[in-house]
């Protein structure tokens, strides 16, 4: 009525709309969560870039207590990861995985700044990169990418690093993130399966 003022009638009708609209995005973000998995196999179809600078875009927005930024994304090109096969090849011959190296789509190797004195604050950047990988998977998720997140022997050796330009002074690897369109689509991806349940891992304290 141009009082400045709102009466309880025009407040709930926008009020209720704003109630359902908020428990609609949520329902629908949780549900991105609930439902992301880890996909194994991939269809050889490479992966926008843009897609992949979206992921990255959420995965920097992580939690990150002492504002350090301490993340560093490397998308590796398909040489890149024909050296790598071979480098593999090489550590543990023809048996293995190596072959199957060369036809995953994405490769994007996750590091994170190394510190020489301070423990615990290494320890508050690998928590922040952890939240931003989990980030990274969920945005490549819900736009129907699949992705694993992997670690292993050799990405803890020198050679990895030097082919992949990672200064190991200066910075530690924690892992490569493979994604890229499931084989099969999303719902062939491995079932999640938790052995605990909410009230198994919730307490209240009074």
Known sequence: DGSGQISFD??????????EAAKASASVFQGIIQSRRTVDR??????DDAVLRRAIECAIAAPNRRLTEPWRFVR????????????KRKVDG??????????????????????????WAQRED????????EN????MWSEGIGSKWTDGPIQRTPEFAKICGIDTEKEKVAGVIWYGFASGGLGDAIPKTRKKGVDEVLTFMP
């Open 136 to 139: 990274f998977m969920l945005s």
């Open 10 to 19: 025009e407040f709930l009708p926008w009020y209720s709309e704003a109630a």
């Open 42 to 47: 991939f269809d050889e179809t490479p992966v």
């Open 76 to 87: 590796l090109g398909p040489e890149t990861i024909a050296e790598l096969a071979e480098f």
């Open 126 to 133: 690998f928590k922040s990169v952890c939240c931003a990988v």
């Open 94 to 119: 023809d048996e293995g995985s190596f072959q199957r190296w060369t036809k995953i789509p994405g490769w994007c190797v996750v590091t994170y700044a190394r510190r020489k004195e301070d423990n």
